[in-house]
Nanobody, 126 residues
Framework: QVQLVESGGGLVQAGGSLRLSCAAS????????MGWFRQAPGKEREFVAA????????DYADSVKGRSTISRDNAKSTVYLEMNSLKPEDTAVYFC???????????????????WGQGTQVTVSS
C-alpha cells in the first residue's frame, strides 16, 4: 500500500520556522518527483515546491522562494520542506505529493501528481 504521511506542522508565530516531513512507503521513492502543495481555507490548492528524484534542481513558488528549502533523503524515503520567515499568509494545510519522474509535464502542476498525503496544518499567527 502506497502511503505519504506528512508531519511537522503546527502553530508558529510570524517570523518563525517549521520543517515539514513527508515519509513515503510502498513505492520506489527514488523514481518519484516529490512536491509540496498547500491549500488555505476558501482558496484553491497551490504549488509550493518540488524536487526531482536526484534531489537537485528544486522549483519554488514565488511566494516562498528565498524562504523555503525542499530536500529529500532517498535512503529514508522522505522529503522535507523547511520554511523560514513564516508569514500569516503561509497558513494552510500542506500536502506532500508524488509523481513518477518519467512523467512529462510541469512539476509545479498538481494535476501531474498521482500520490497525495493527508496533509498537515500550518498556522502562522501575527
Amino acid at each position: 500500500q502506497v502511503q505519504l504521511v506528512e508531519s511537522g506542522g503546527g502553530l508558529v508565530q510570524a517570523g518563525g520556522s517549521l520543517r515539514l516531513s513527508c515519509a513515503a512507503s510502498g513505492l520506489t521513492f527514488s523514481t518519484y518527483v516529490m512536491g509540496w502543495f498547500r491549500q488555505a481555507p476558501g482558496k484553491e490548492r497551490e504549488f509550493v515546491a518540488a524536487i526531482n528524484r536526484h534531489g537537485d534542481s528544486p522549483d519554488y513558488a514565488d511566494s516562498v522562494k528565498g524562504r523555503s528549502t525542499i530536500s529529500r533523503d532517498n535512503a529514508k524515503s522522505t522529503v522535507y520542506l523547511e520554511m523560514n520567515s513564516l508569514k500569516p499568509e503561509d497558513t494552510a494545510v500542506y500536502f506532500c505529493a508524488g509523481r513518477l519522474a518519467v512523467k512529462i509535464g510541469p512539476i509545479s502542476s498538481g494535476d501531474q501528481y498521482a500520490l497525495w498525503g493527508q496533509g498537515t496544518q500550518v498556522t502562522v499567527s501575527s
